[in-house]
């Protein structure tokens, strides 16, 4: 006892297991094929005899063909391309995809055909299917467990992602760009495959998600593969699976195989799956180098060689010293006088001066190091924010490019670090900073104080309109920022505040409130007419309309806005606008259409009619601002309601313009103006304001002479008091409901 536990007996029993080792090791095998074309074969691997490799490792060398020799894996059925002793990996070949019959059955077949061999599936894979409506799974094998899976779609229109680029680009080539890296399950999908205790997949079974699935219909064929990561992640693949019918190159698919030595008297139990150790006799039996260790997996034991050596461990003396001191200093960490030794080196520091250097040296490694970690941090929230969509997006557009994407440094130099005294205002959803970019242009900075998925959604939605939109009345987009947690917007700075600040919190004339509206129905229109493709802003209201110092309307916040199809006059979408300015219609049918912002921007003209706020007003019984200005331009009794300045400083036009506002709020939105016409109308009262006498708003009242107009014949039309008690309803539920925005 007392021998076994000094530093004498320790020495023994190691000179012992050294002793035994190098009885044990054999030589190794002699004349044995080590290459075939281009590809090494190191042992426990080997070409020929059954002496030159290890049961389970034999591989073949087919010099049959007229080209390079190929090495196949076992009796051919893989071709290998690569064998890695440190990994205890083999890349394989496999070519094409998994076979499934008529009804979308197969199986993972001839690449893991033996249960008990030394070969199993590496982590490093994936699952891949390509094809339209399709969902494919992926089985352990002789079991039923589900170890990977994921659905491709083909939708018949393109979703507002992809319809971004629709004005100058085609899905096709979206789908073939070197800026997309990942797929999304669009056409084509990706998934990770679990881990299992022997990692061998099985079955694999498609589902067609369309009921009435025909193989020949239009689109990809559905096809599914097992195959290393990132392989899928090139446009060469991309382009050649796509293809009709794929090319060969892209049908060789690469494989990541685990291995491990099989020891045929003790094969490994489930239970030695979670053991790294091996017992002596196992680490002498398959572990030849002396400088080697040994570990067990669920198939079988791994050698490897100590640190400090590196080489072949399955071999006698195939681990050798790695000298330490001829790799680079920055691999090592000696900035001194280095001396190698068996295992390890040895680093001496010369004089004080060294001593100097090499602190220095440790600062500016350690500002490196937290230099190259920001801009991993950087480029990782780049990517979450979409912003590889962005740059395709941006790339569409020379005038834009250079520009549209702006650097966190450039922002952060422009609000002096995000000071406190450069905010402008914020609220429940983050804050606004005032900045000077470095080509002197003042800009405010939309910083949002959380992350939702939902809110990144809107941000790149309102980015990819603004980026379109040229027009007087529209605020201005410089650009965006990707590389925060949250994005950033970067419009131009507009001075003067809000048309919901001036309307209710300070003054503002007939005049202005009139030039204001013409102003903001040219943006609606030029919206809804003048680009590329149609856009609803859907979230329209005095808020969302900013003044310059001229008091020039800017309509702002697009994070709600929806691309609308030249072809279609609406979509159904989730319901999402602010509660007073929404379109009932809308509200109640989900389908959004311009009218949508024809209503909302009726109700503005309501507010500045009464300087009254729409989501807040409730008469003594209970209707809402619209249907009591509905209800009260009915009776002729207006002046109720409407704003002392406007009767003071309005004219004849304040009538066109409440008969207007009553015509955009009706509920039946086929009888409402379009947006050109609203522009119109607007555009002709203010340019005949200079000929009407100020003050006969009152007289006119007086008369009587202001009234709505009398109520169509037409069955679709329903009386005044129908319309307006409806009215009431419907404003009535929808204070009463919870909108989202």
Avoid at 248 to 271: G, H, Q, Y
């Amino acid at each position: 006892m007392a021998l076994s536990s000094s530093p004498l007996a320790a020495v023994m029993l190691m000179m012992a297991f050294s002793a035994a080792a190098a009885a044990d090791v054999p030589s190794p095998p002699q004349n044995c094929t080590r290459t075939c074309g281009s590809v090494s074969v190191p042992y426990p691997f080997g070409v020929g005899p059954a002496r030159c490799y290890r049961p389970g490792f034999n591989l073949t060398c087919d010099t049959s063909g007229q080209g390079t020799p190929r090495l196949l894996l076992g009796d051919g059925t893989l071709q290998v391309a690569e064998i890695s002793i440190y990994n205890s990996t083999v890349h394989v070949i496999h070519n094409g995809d998994i076979k499934v019959d008529a009804v979308g059955n197969g199986m993972f077949s001839g690449v893991l055909s033996d249960d008990d061999g030394p070969y199993s599936l590496s982590f490093g894979n994936e699952l891949v299917v390509v094809g339209c409506n399709v969902y494919a799974t992926l089985h352990e094998k002789n079991t039923d467990a589900i170890i990977s899976g994921c659905a491709s779609f083909c939708p018949d229109d393109v979703v507002m992602m992809y319809a971004l680029l629709a004005a100058t680009t085609t899905l096709e080539t979206l789908l073939n760009s070197t800026a997309r890296k990942y797929c999304d399950g669009m056409v084509c999908c990706q998934a990770a495959i679990a881990q299992t205790r022997q990692n061998l997949p099985g079955s694999v079974q498609i589902k067609w998600l369309r009921p009435n699935h025909k193989v020949d219909e239009p689109g990809p064929r559905s096809r599914v593969f097992v195959a290393e990561k990132a392989w899928f992640d090139q446009k060469l693949v991309y382009d050649g699976l796509m293809a009709d019918p794929p090319s060969k190159d892209a049908m060789s698919v690469p494989i990541l195989l685990d291995w491990a030595v099989v020891d045929e008297e003790r094969p490994p139990s489930n239970e030695d799956s979670t053991s790294l150790g091996c017992t002596r006799k196992e680490a002498l039996k398959v572990c030849k180098s002396k400088k080697s260790a040994c570990s067990s997996t669920g198939r079988g034991r791994l050698c490897y060689c100590q640190n400090g050596y590196e080489g072949n461990p399955y071999i006698a003396d195939g681990c050798q010293d790695i000298d330490e001191c001829d790799l680079p200093a920055k691999d090592i960490e000696c900035y001194g006088e280095c001396t190698n030794t068996q295992g390890s080196f040895e680093c001496r520091l010369g004089s004080g001066a060294g001593v100097i250097l090499f602190i220095l040296t440790i600062f500016f490694m350690v500002q490196k190091i937290k230099h190259q970690r920001a801009k991993k941090l950087r480029h990782k929230f780049f990517e979450q924010n979409r912003g590889q969509l962005l740059q395709q997006l941006v790339a569409q557009r020379a005038d834009i490019a250079e520009r549209m994407i702006i650097a966190l440094e450039e922002l952060e130099k422009a609000t002096n670090n995000f000071d406190k005294s450069r905010e402008l205002g914020g609220g429940g959803h983050g804050t606004v900073y005032k900045g000077i970019l470095s080509d002197l242009h003042v800009v405010a900075i939309k910083k949002p104080k959380v992350v939702v998925q939902k809110e990144i959604d809107e941000f790149i939605n309102e980015v990819a309109i603004l980026s379109q939109v040229n027009h007087r009345n529209v605020v201005k987009l410089y650009g965006c920022c990707l590389e925060t947690e949250v994005p950033m917007l970067v419009y131009e700075f507009v001075s003067n505040g809000t048309l919901y600040d001036h309307l209710h919190s300070r003054s503002l004339s007939w005049g202005h409130r009139l030039r204001i509206a013409v102003e903001t129905t040219k943006s609606l229109a030029y919206l809804h007419l003048s680009v590329s493709i149609p856009i609803i802003h859907r979230d329209i209201k005095s808020v969302n309309i900013l003044l310059d110092d001229t008091l020039t309307a800017k309509v702002a916040d697009f994070g709600a806005s929806r691309y609308i199809p030249v072809e279609q006059s609406g979509v159904t979408t989730m319901v999402q606008g602010t509660i007073g300015y929404l379109d009932p219609m809308y509200f109640y049918t989900s389908r959004l259409t311009y009218k949508s912002d024809v209503y909302s921007f009726g109700v503005i003209l309501v507010e500045l009619l009464t300087r009254k706020k729409p989501f807040s007003y409730m008469s003594s019984e209970g209707d809402s601002l619209v249907a009591k200005f509905v209800t009260l331009l009915a009776e002729g009794t207006l002046l109720q309601i409407l704003d002392p300045q406007v009767i003071e400083e309005g004219g004849i036009e304040v009538e066109e313009v409440a008969k207007l506002a009553v015509t955009c709020v009706k509920l039946n939105e086929e009888d409402r103006p379009t947006m050109r016409l609203v522009e119109m109308t607007l555009d002709g009262l203010q340019t005949s304001m200079d000929h009407i006498v100020d003050g006969q708003v009152v007289g006119e009242f007086e008369k009587g002479d202001i009234a709505i107009n009398p109520p169509s014949t037409n069955s679709a039309e329903r009386n005044n008091d129908d319309s307006t008690r409806q009215y009431s309803l419907v404003e009535e539920f929808m204070l009463s409901a919870r909108c989202p925005r």
